[in-house]
T-cell receptor, first 114, second 115 residues
Framework: AQSVTQPDIHITVSEGASLELRCNYSYGATPYLFWYVQSPGQGLQLLLKYFSGDTLVQGIKGFEAEFKRSQSSFNLRKPSVHWSDAAEYFCAVGARSGTYKYIFGTGTRLKVLA | DTGVSQDPRHKITKRGQNVTFRCDPISEHNRLYWYRQTLGQGPEFLTYFQNEAQLEKSRLLSDRFSAERPKGSFSTLEIQRTEQGDSAMYLC?????????????FGQGTRLTVV
């Protein structure tokens, strides 16, 4: 079955510390890969995406993610977290044909300590 | 590009009432999606349209739910005889189909509370 696993439900980091959010997926073939961020009561904002090519992708707000095919992973990283990064982060996979619908993980809630 | 717009942002309704939500996608996007997000969960796919045709419906979309996209522009999602379990955030997204495929752009969502 197709699925996305975000093993960390909550993560707390201090402002200025580095961050890594984990994402593993189960899919028949290499899907499109995405990270979205959601602030309370808001919709989803795209941080970055992987369609093809370089497996290290850069996104907005200083985020990057690395696609590792052998590990079926697409972990999100940021070298120095800002207080404004506190939010919920969702990893998603998308079909490369058909509906192109997304399957989301359950999210990781990030708390940033001043 | 004004983004995906959803209306209303919040809706409180009594159990048993009907509700309708509207989504206006990005104008040049021919694909439109509805997702549902419950507390503590990621969004779950409900249905999608290419232009005016509804091409797939999730098993989550019971017969009390109906979605339309007349003329391939805006879309509406109606829930009849609402139940408390329908309380959730309803998200709309749009994208371009191939060959100029894009990622999905999401609206701000409509939060439904059934009391």
């Amino acid at each position: 079955a197709q699925s996305v696993t975000q093993p960390d439900i909550h993560i707390t980091v201090s402002e200025g510390a580095s961050l890594e959010l984990r994402c593993n997926y189960s899919y028949g073939a290499t899907p499109y890969l995405f990270w979205y961020v959601q602030s309370p009561g808001q919709g989803l904002q795209l941080l970055l995406k992987y369609f093809s090519g370089d497996t290290l992708v850069q996104g907005i707000k200083g985020f990057e993610a690395e696609f590792k095919r052998s590990q079926s992973s697409f972990n999100l990283r940021k070298p120095s977290v800002h207080w404004s990064d506190a939010a919920e982060y969702f990893c998603a996979v998308g079909a490369r044909s058909g509906t192109y619908k997304y399957i989301f993980g359950t999210g990781t809630r990030l708390k940033v300590l001043a | 590009d004004t983004g995906v717009s959803q209306d209303p942002r919040h809706k409180i309704t009594k159990r048993g009432q009907n509700v309708t939500f509207r989504c206006d996608p990005i104008s040049e996007h021919n694909r439109l999606y509805w997702y549902r997000q419950t507390l503590g969960q990621g969004p779950e796919f409900l249905t999608y349209f290419q232009n005016e045709a509804q091409l797939e419906k999730s098993r989550l979309l019971s017969d009390r739910f109906s979605a339309e996209r007349p003329k391939g522009s805006f879309s509406t999602l109606e829930i009849q005889r609402t139940e408390q379990g329908d309380s959730a955030m309803y998200l709309c997204a749009s994208s371009r189909a191939p060959p100029v495929h894009t990622e999905a752009f999401f609206g701000q969502g409509t939060r439904l509370t059934v009391v």
